[in-house]
């Protein structure tokens, strides 16, 4: 089982940049695919990025491609996501989740995930 807590959420003006964080306990934080999810009043949550256990294989949603960066640091039991270029539609509720079955063609779906951290507001005033 693996915990997740998120952070560097906040309030930036358009065009601005944001790096979150999400800290991951337990020993096998290596052994899991990990994404990026976000949620805006109303809408159902949206997949944004995915990365690979070894951090070697990346993908993106198309809204968010070029913009964001989602990396990984195993030793650190940490994955970012750097949004750089926000835009007002980026504001929601970000969401680090994990996917003990690693790589798959649906790492785009939320209900493959297995863990959820609680939550991130970004807000992006125009």
């Known amino acids: 089982q693996v915990q997740l807590v998120e952070s560097g959420g906040g309030l930036v003006q358009a065009g601005g940049s944001l790096r979150l964080s999400c800290a991951a306990s337990g020993r096998t934080f290596s052994s899991y695919a990990m994404g990026w999810f976000r949620q805006a009043p109303g809408k159902e949550r949206e997949f944004v990025a995915a990365?690979?256990?070894?951090?070697?294989?990346?993908y993106y949603a198309d809204s968010v491609k070029g913009r964001f960066t989602i990396s990984r640091d195993n030793t650190k039991n940490t994955v970012y996501l750097q949004m750089n270029s926000l835009k007002p539609q980026d504001t929601a509720v970000y969401y680090c989740?994990?996917?003990?079955?690693?790589?798959?063609?649906?790492?785009?779906?939320?209900?493959?995930?297995?863990?959820w951290g609680q939550g991130t507001q970004v807000t992006v005033s125009s």
């Open positions: 990365i690979s256990r070894s951090g070697g294989r990346t």
């Open positions: 989740a994990a996917d003990q079955t690693g790589w798959s063609t649906h790492l785009t779906s939320w209900n493959e995930y297995d863990y």
